[in-house]
């Protein structure tokens, strides 16, 4: 079995006892322009490697990253779902931090509903995405990577995006009915904004969700769905921990990598995840 960050950890920092538990799931099913995104979480695991263990300047590994074998994605979308809110739902509940590799991004509905249950109490996404996600559905399918986020909400779950450049009016008006906080793109890249305050209200606990296409496509080509005007990498990043900041993080995933044979892109996605940890 690959294991994240495998050239780097001791044998008592992969262990079962690890405070991260990463959580590799291969979906491929409701990708709606390019395709490859089954390959993101190998792609992700084997870059991994080729870090090095201080990120900024925190060495999350110390803290054990232990890595699960990956989901099975057969079978319908909700059983897959169920599936996977059963482990982050025992991951939580040991006291650890599920970290989703992504797949597609309709995982984040089961990884983030087995977060919910385990915690029983309010939790909020902080999501980085050039899309919104708040369809009903998107080609007949309620699980789809583009109305995931319009599952959750509709769970009664808060959301603050951040880098959204492609939306249409039914997700605008997803956007008030729900009362997302967001701001887009536009705003973040033309005004170089690194830290935006979360309201008041805003959960304590947090879920962060970041898919790759957030990032502007000359960092990140290798996703199914580039959109251009993109935020930074450390802009990216800053925006994240900065909303955590007073918060806790109870979970997070990084989704729609979809390999193209350039493993700067695979390092890239790597290394969010690493540093999302030393965020946790």
């Known amino acids: 079995m690959s294991i994240f960050l495998d050239s780097e950890l001791t044998e008592a920092e992969r262990s079962e006892d690890a405070r991260f538990r990463v959580i590799p799931?291969?979906?491929?099913?409701?990708?709606?322009?390019g395709s490859g995104t089954a390959n993101g979480p190998a792609?992700?695991?084997?870059?991994?490697?080729?870090?090095?263990?201080?990120?900024?300047?925190?060495?999350?590994?110390?803290?054990?990253?232990?890595?699960?074998?990956?989901?099975?994605?057969?079978?319908?979308?909700?059983?897959?779902?169920?599936?996977?809110?059963?482990?982050?739902q025992a991951a939580v509940r040991a006291g650890k931090v599920p970290v989703t590799l992504g797949g597609e991004h309709s995982l984040s509905y089961g990884a983030v509903m087995g977060v919910a249950r385990a915690l029983g109490q309010p939790l909020g996404i902080v999501q980085i995405d050039a899309h919104a996600d708040l369809r009903n559905a998107y080609q007949g399918e309620?699980?789809?990577?583009?109305?995931?986020?319009?599952?959750?909400?509709?769970?009664?779950?808060?959301l603050a995006q951040f880098g959204v450049r492609a939306f249409c009016e039914e997700e605008a008006q997803s956007r008030l009915r729900h009362h997302v906080f967001h701001v887009d793109a536009e705003e973040l890249v033309t005004g170089n904004i690194h830290a935006v305050d979360l309201p008041e209200?805003?959960?304590?606990?947090v879920y962060v969700s970041f898919d790759v296409d957030g990032l502007d496509p000359s960092l990140m080509p290798a996703t199914g769905t580039p959109v251009p005007g993109g935020l930074g990498y450390y802009q990216a990043l800053h925006l994240v921990e900065h909303a955590l900041k007073g918060?806790?993080?109870?979970?997070?995933?990084?989704?729609?990598?979809?390999?193209?044979?350039?493993a700067a892109w695979d390092f890239t996605a790597a290394q969010i995840v690493y540093r999302l940890m030393a965020s946790c």
């Open 25 to 33: 799931v291969p979906l491929e099913r409701t990708v709606s322009y």
């Open 43 to 88: 792609a992700i695991i084997e870059a991994s490697n080729e870090l090095e263990r201080i990120t900024g300047h925190a060495e999350p590994c110390v803290e054990g990253i232990f890595t699960e074998a990956p989901l099975d994605c057969d079978g319908p979308l909700p059983d897959v779902m169920e599936h996977l809110a059963q482990r982050t």
């Open 142 to 158: 309620r699980h789809s990577h583009a109305s995931v986020m319009h599952l959750l909400a509709e769970e009664g779950i808060r």
């Open 201 to 205: 209200d805003f959960p304590e606990l």
């Open 247 to 262: 918060r806790r993080c109870v979970g997070f995933d990084v989704v729609e990598l979809a390999p193209d044979g350039n």
